[in-house]
């Protein structure tokens, strides 16, 4: 075998990088979940895996074939896995139960809201729970994949208007453009026939800090969201940044307290279970020279850089990880980690560790 020959393979080598070393657009460039197309391919995505080469292939790499293991490694940890925190599981269960205990319900049927500050989990918590329960239902009815569209996930629209969100959910829906003398009623009507025909069980709305019920408009698309809570026989669920401080006030605001059941995220505390979800990210990484366990003995370093943000804690592992493929250095130390700055939020609140 001759490595460096730019023309060859190491022998393998596809098995290994599978579907990781493919540069189409179509593998690179990810269709967001906000459109039905996207929402289904995150649902149907496997688990990111990755398998290193014993030491002598690796050692053995050069030219192309060491680009592409390291592009490959890259991409993986880009990605890595979701990390299961008591906030994801809590949400998932909740959601669950209240989709159960909406199934014959003809009004008043009660959502979920998950609040709590930027980067504590709140949209993957969402996701999560959309991804088990349209996994769930495709394995009880096999035979209506093509007919069926359990899950909906939209994202609230900035200074938004009840139009601008009926044509939220037209647009994950994959309704054609809508003609400008359509006006709200119509798109929503369109909406809630396509949904209910299609039997969506399941509304997640994401961004609802974006809602502002001290404006005209926010309160118009307050009202509009409890349209179609009231016109769809499904469970809403929203997150949103500090929801409860945001829209529990007034008239409108202590009717969605009252269908709605809170959970709130928070920064996670340096405890065992801190710990255990830095373990989890340790175990997923794939680097040649790392120690495991190095970084569960920096739990309070990195408790302290991340402010016990789930968010921040991932963005720098994956970070660190990237950048020791990239120096060659194969291994994740505090002085890495060091370098890497994380979001403001975070960085702001920075505490020093010992």
Not at 60 to 76: F, K, P
Not at 152 to 159: A, I, R, S
């Amino acid at each position: 075998m001759v490595v460096n020959d730019s023309t060859a393979k190491t022998e393998g080598l596809e098995d290994v990088l599978g579907w990781e070393a493919m540069t189409s657009d179509e593998r690179d460039r990810r269709e967001p979940t906000m459109t039905l197309t996207g929402w289904r391919r995150f649902v149907q995505a496997p688990a990111a895996t990755f398998s290193l080469l014993d030491a002598q292939r690796w050692q053995a790499l050069a030219g192309t074939d060491r680009d592409l293991y390291n592009e490959a490694r890259i991409n993986y940890h880009s990605e890595m896995i979701v990390v299961a925190t008591s906030i994801v599981r809590e949400v998932t269960r909740q959601g669950r139960l209240l989709s159960m205990l909406n199934r014959r319900e003809i009004s008043a049927r009660r959502g979920l809201i998950v609040s709590g500050a930027q980067t504590t989990g709140k949209t993957t918590a969402l996701k999560q729970l959309g991804r088990t329960h349209e996994l769930m239902v495709r394995q009880r009815y096999p035979h209506q994949l093509t007919d069926r569209i359990p899950v909906v996930y939209v994202t609230t629209p900035p200074k938004g208007s009840p139009r601008k969100l009926a044509m939220e959910f037209a647009r994950f829906l994959g309704l054609p453009a809508v003609n400008r003398g359509y006006n709200t009623t119509d798109i929503a009507d369109a909406v809630c026939q396509i949904m209910i025909e299609t039997r969506v069980d399941l509304v997640l709305v994401d961004e609802l800090h974006n809602l502002n019920l001290a404006t005209a408009a926010g309160e118009d698309m307050s009202d509009h969201l409890k349209y179609f809570t009231e016109h769809l026989p499904a469970t809403f669920v929203y997150a949103g940044i500090d929801v409860e401080r945001r829209l529990f006030t007034g008239v409108r605001g202590k009717q969605i307290a009252g269908r709605c059941v809170l959970i709130n995220t928070r920064p996670f505390p340096c405890t065992a279970e801190w710990k255990a979800m830095i373990a989890t990210l340790e175990n997923a990484l794939r680097l040649h020279h790392h120690e495991p366990g190095t970084l569960v003995r920096l739990s309070r370093y990195l408790h302290g850089r991340t402010g016990g943000m789930i968010g921040s804690l991932s963005h720098l592992i994956r970070a660190a990880a990237q950048l020791a493929i990239l120096d060659g250095d194969e291994a994740i130390t505090r002085k890495l980690m060091d370098s890497i700055p994380v979001d403001h939020a975070a960085e702001s609140d920075r505490t020093p560790a010992a």
